[in-house]
């Protein structure tokens, strides 16, 4: 059996749609939008609204955690957009909803997906395909082995579509059980999983998942959400945790073969 892994696409639907070559499933952990490709600032919604200059403005300041001016950059930009008469919210869903035309299409059969904290999950029936199963704290069967799915992340000084307080999210853990692959989008909370090496500051782990590897032991974690990780692995006593890669960056699966 052969599985393959993607996780942060933010927007890359050129190489999803290559992703499932070769693989009896492909597995995606989430964020399929691009905000703001903090590699080339030329890309995503935010600059195609707002132009570069100011994503590049946005990202020297949230990259020097300076949230609070990057808050205040974003309030002046979208009051402008408010006082032109869009209406913000339609303007994001619409941006959000032409690249989830592209990155379902890209999908292929079977795939199973959960959320990142960067999507918007009430669009997503609209857009999965009989081919595609949407799993959230739930858990599946692939090729005698079980998945389980929790999707989103914790709540963040950057406010991102879908953080979820931290009760509701072990609560999400808590209901999978034991399982044999633990997919989620946020890493478990160690610190050198947690760590982005280019953005210089932890992401937010989860507590929750780090208590359910100790106890239930499932063979695999796998997650994504942090782009350049410390370390991609590590091994948690017999669990093997690995970030499966930013696959906006690499379009390259993991791979996961049993």
Request: some cysteine; proline content about 5%; overall charge negative.
């Amino acid at each position: 059996m052969r599985v393959h892994v993607v996780s942060d696409v933010h927007g890359n639907s050129r190489d999803l749609a290559a992703a499932g070559d070769g693989a009896d499933a492909l597995v995606c952990l989430g964020d399929l939008v691009l905000f703001l490709d903090y590699a080339d600032h030329s890309r995503g919604i935010f600059p195609d609204l707002f132009g570069v200059a100011n994503a590049d403005a946005l990202v020297e300041l949230r990259t020097a955690r300076r949230f609070d001016e990057a808050r205040e950059l974003g309030r002046r930009l979208w009051g402008e957009l408010d006082r032109s008469g869009a209406s913000r919210e339609a303007v994001i869903e619409s941006a959000v909803r032409r690249q989830y035309a592209d990155l379902f299409a890209a999908f292929p059969t079977p795939t199973y997906a959960t959320y990142g904290n960067v999507d918007m999950p009430r669009l997503w029936p609209e857009y999965a395909g009989p081919g595609t199963t949407v799993l959230d704290g739930q858990r599946v069967e692939i090729g005698g082995r079980v998945f389980g799915f929790v999707g989103g992340g914790l709540a963040t000084p950057m406010k991102t579509p879908y953080e979820i307080g931290d009760e509701e999210y072990a609560a999400k853990v808590e209901a999978l059980g034991e399982v044999d692959v633990l997919c989620t989008h946020i890493p478990p909370d160690v610190p050198e999983l947690c760590y982005d090496t280019v953005a210089r500051r932890f992401e937010r782990g989860s507590a929750a998942l780090l208590h359910a590897i100790r106890t239930t032991r499932p063979r695999y974690s796998l997650f994504g959400h942090v782009h350049q990780p410390l370390a991609r692995r590590a091994r948690i006593g017999s669990t093997e945790c690995v970030n499966v890669g930013h696959f906006n960056a690499t379009g390259t699966p993991y791979v996961l073969e049993w």
